[in-house]
């Protein structure tokens, strides 16, 4: 109860001041409605985040830098004589109404299309220089506004009566308030020295006031009172509506500025909570906090009041009291209605220094946050477009601010972007291979020719620069590894573009990749683009339909491995083809054996002058314990998690392996080619079979069994102990290259 009777004097001390503020100049004679409309919308506020914030203590309202948006829109009207304010103030006044539910229903829906769409996480996005200068706009037209309201004259004159060193006295009583609530907020830290001192200076007028020792004729005559009547009865802005039809006209003209209060209630919702994320330790639910004040603006509008969101002050303070949950929020609320039904008279007393003291107070904190606490966070650069857009509202207007925030936010994207590496890596064949085994003689010409394809792993998104710098990057490459390699009809070179890491695509990227493609065919070098399938749909969903799709003579794979498989065939190709199987196992097997080295030193025949193990030997006594199986396109070779009884030599064909995953699909892991050795890290290890094995095609394969291993090694331990070199030779190569691999992607 304590906590939400704070809140609600917070919140009236405030709502008098937005109130005044808000109907200030020619319509000065309405500023006991528009009081009334901005307490009756602080109650709003808080019944409406009681009821749905995602934080039980989050308090709403009224919140400043909104308050000053639409305190700009209603000067903008009644200054520039279209709200009819001299000739008929009750046609300004539901002019003015009219203006404030059109501001309150768009930035309902606004808020509430966010929060609806779960887009609020998108807001982060604004770049601070751009929120800066908003929020920084708005602090100095709320400073601004408050020395205008206590001079009782609008900005212009106002500057110019500073410039001549002559002010008002309300205007100077209004700066000294000012300078008093900053001093004594700086010296207690008391979130309610503001409000109980609008309140103090009230009473003390009001009763001095009536003892008759301040006449209120000579007080309201000297700018220091409000000057209104103090009458009771409920004033709303909205009943103006009931004898005057607003003018379409002013509305329309007024249009820009009513979308700005849409935007500033986005971007100082999103930034108030996180504040009091940071302040309460919390984490606040933002589509929620989006909701909610897409409700509190919603019931605003059905008084003409004033738009609402997330208070961070006034959520900040019912933390520090204590509160436990939405009671205290919901109690001020009621309090603040209650007021507004049964006090509305009070509002005459307060005086115009205060109430211009306090919006002088609150723009300087918005200053002094935005442009002085910043200035440390951001590049000069920044900073200085943060003060253009600060300088164009305060000279122009919001509309301007927003045009050229909209402006700032392509150029920082298109800077961000730029500075960016699009290239996240830049391979070769000799850094990087397909998810394919090859033979030996096959493994050895892709790594010694590996350069003659180039793979670009891009990232990030893809906009017309990057993309013409990308296809220069590729084309210099491309052109470099060709003279390199002179002389042959079809070199087999490959140019890889790899986009599983790119976010997005502008369309120019399409007009790039065309210019690359032909650039490459001129050279004899093809074209890849991976991580697109070639249905297009992941073209689409990155946001250029059937541009990337649609090359033409460009080849297009799903996965980096499809497509490097692809570009590895073409090389084999250009290099003289493949190399053709072995006509038997026991030819393979010699060439492979004859390969190791260290062959000759430790297998040796066994006895009185041992004599060096042959290749040939060894290879004819291993293929005579193999046992051969043929398999058919689509046969089971071995299942995941069978026992590893067997090691397999794939003679001729292709199989793939695959990872059954419990309940999903399984996943294609490597594939195998013929002259390859497949099961060797379980055979020897006892391990269960980590995967599935399943032919892709007709395939031969030799299976040498654990039982007939068992009996080479005890019949013929030179034989056996070739073999066990070969399959080490194998595997050491396998993992230099894997090694290589790791380094080449870090």
Request: hydrophobic content about 55%; glycine content about 12%.
């Amino acid at each position: 109860m304590t906590a939400g009777l704070a809140l609600a004097l917070v919140a009236i001390a405030y709502s008098l001041s937005f109130g005044a503020l808000v109907f200030s100049g020619p319509l000065a004679a309405q500023a006991q409605a528009g009081v009334i409309g901005a307490v009756l919308s602080a109650g709003v506020g808080c019944l409406a985040f009681a009821l749905l914030s995602s934080f039980p203590r989050a308090v709403g309202g009224p919140d400043t830098p909104v308050v000053a948006v639409v305190a700009a829109l209603t000067a903008g009207m009644a200054g520039a004589g279209a709200a009819g304010g001299a000739a008929d103030p009750e046609q300004a006044l539901a002019n003015v109404a009219a203006a404030l539910i059109a501001a309150c229903l768009v930035t309902a829906l606004t808020l509430g299309a966010v929060g609806a769409w779960r887009l609020a996480g998108w807001l982060r996005f604004v770049p601070f220089p751009v929120v800066t200068g908003f929020l920084a706009g708005s602090g100095g037209f709320l400073a601004l506004a408050g020395l205008s309201l206590a001079a009782g004259s609008d900005r212009a004159t106002l500057v110019a009566g500073a410039l001549d060193g002559r002010l008002p006295a309300p205007a100077l009583a209004a700066l000294a308030f000012a300078l008093a609530l900053a001093i004594l907020r700086r010296a207690t830290g008391a979130t309610m020295a503001a409000p109980l001192c609008v309140i103090a200076a009230t009473l003390v007028v009001g009763v001095a006031a009536a003892r008759g020792l301040l006449p209120a004729e000579t007080l309201r005559a000297g700018g220091w009172l409000p000057p209104l009547p103090g009458e009771a009865g409920l004033a709303l802005p909205i009943l103006a509506l009931a004898t005057h039809a607003p003018d379409a006209g002013v509305l329309l003209a007024a249009a820009p500025e009513i979308l700005s209060v849409a935007l500033v209630a986005a971007m100082a919702l999103m930034l108030n909570a996180a504040g009091l994320e940071a302040h309460a330790a919390a984490r606040l639910d933002l589509d929620r906090e989006f909701l909610a004040s897409s409700l509190a603006s919603a019931g605003a509008m059905l008084v003409a009041g004033l738009p609402s969101n997330l208070s961070l002050n006034r959520s900040a303070l019912n933390v520090e009291m204590g509160a436990g949950g939405r009671a205290s929020a919901a109690l001020a609320g009621a309090a603040c209605i209650g007021f507004a039904l049964a006090g509305p008279a009070s509002a005459a007393w307060v005086p115009m220094p205060v109430l211009g003291g306090m919006a002088l107070y609150m723009g300087a904190g918005m200053l002094r946050r935005w442009l002085g606490r910043s200035a440390g966070r951001m590049t000069g650069f920044e900073y200085a477009l943060a003060l253009a857009i600060f300088a164009l509202i305060l000279r122009y207007g919001y509309l301007e601010g927003v045009a050229m925030g909209v402006v700032i936010s392509c150029i920082s994207f298109a800077l961000a972007c730029a500075r960016a590496p699009a290239v996240r890596q830049r391979l070769t064949r000799a850094d990087y291979a397909s998810f394919v085994d090859r033979s030996a003689g096959d493994e050895a010409a892709l790594r010694a020719a590996g350069g003659r394809i180039r793979i670009f792993r891009l990232q990030g998104f893809l906009f017309f620069g990057v993309a013409a710098r990308i296809a220069e990057e590729a084309r210099a490459a491309a052109e470099a590894e060709a003279l390199a390699a002179p002389g042959a009809a079809s070199p087999g070179h490959s140019v890889v573009l790899d986009f599983h890491a790119v976010t997005g695509v502008d369309s120019t990227a399409r007009a790039s990749l065309e210019r690359l493609r032909d650039q490459l065919a001129e050279t004899g070098t093809a074209l890849a683009l991976t991580g697109l399938d070639p249905s297009g749909r992941r073209a689409r969903a990155l946001g250029v339909g059937a541009g990337l799709d649609g090359l033409g003579d460009v080849s297009i794979f799903a996965t980096l491995e499809q497509g490097l498989e692809a570009c590895e065939d073409r090389l084999l190709a250009a290099l003289g083809g493949a190399s053709a199987p072995p006509p038997d196992i026991e030819t393979w097997l010699e060439e492979e054996l004859a390969g190791a080295p260290g062959l000759d030193i430790p297998a040796r025949e066994p006895g009185p002058g041992a004599r060096p193990l042959r290749p040939a030997e060894a290879a004819a006594r291993i293929a005579a314990v193999l046992r051969r199986r043929d398999l058919a396109a689509g046969e089971v070779l071995c299942r995941q998690g069978e026992p590893p009884d067997s090691l397999f030599f794939i003679v001729g064909g292709r199989v793939s392996i695959f990872l059954e995953a419990p309940g999903g699909p399984s996943m294609r892991l490597r594939s195998a080619l013929g002259g390859t050795v497949i099961g060797e890290i379980g055979f020897f290890t006892g391990a269960a079979r980590s995967a599935s094995v399943i032919a892709d095609r007709a395939t031969e394969v030799r299976a040498l069994d654990a039982a007939a291993f068992a009996r080479l090694k005890a019949g013929d331990p030179a034989a056996a102990m070739a073999l066990e070199e070969l399959v080490i030779r194998i595997l050491a190569d396998r993992l230099t290259f894997a090694n290589r691999e790791v380094a080449a992607l870090q």
